[in-house]
């Protein structure tokens, strides 16, 4: 059974960082191109990062680029997600989510597996 299980969420103040971790079992985790998304109260799922089975290629969205770094360490079937210069917009259920097809890039779709989510709320 495909799992993905988020951590590290939490209450930060503006402008600090967070380490988020995804730890995946059930499938061979490192075939599979892997995603960090997440949602804003009100808002739809908006796209955050993408990683390339062994890390060569990272995507970011234009509203996280220079901040975020995803990673991933493919010995221990983790996905990270490094979150620094935090601002309230950044406020959001973050979840991690696993390309249904593997050794492909298919580009993030809403319909993707994903984990139950980690919060993270930036206030001061």
């Known amino acids: 059974q495909v799992q993905l299980v988020e951590s590290g969420g939490d209450l930060v103040q503006p402008g600090g960082s967070l380490r988020l971790s995804c730890a995946a079992s059930?499938?061979?985790?490192?075939?599979?191109?892997m995603y960090w998304v997440r949602q804003a109260p009100g808002k739809e799922l908006e796209w955050v990062s993408a990683?390339?089975?062994?890390?060569?290629?990272?995507y970011y969205a234009n509203s996280v680029k220079g901040r975020f770094t995803i990673s991933r360490d493919n010995a221990k079937n983790t996905l990270y997600l490094q979150l620094s210069r935090l601002t309230s917009e950044d406020t959001a259920m973050y979840y991690c989510a696993k390309d249904p097809r593997d050794l492909i890039y298919s580009g993030w779709g809403p319909r993707f597996l994903r984990g139950q989510g980690t919060q993270v709320t930036v206030s001061s």
């Open positions: 990683i390339s089975t062994r890390a060569v290629s990272t």
């Open positions: 059930g499938f061979n985790f490192s075939n599979y191109w």
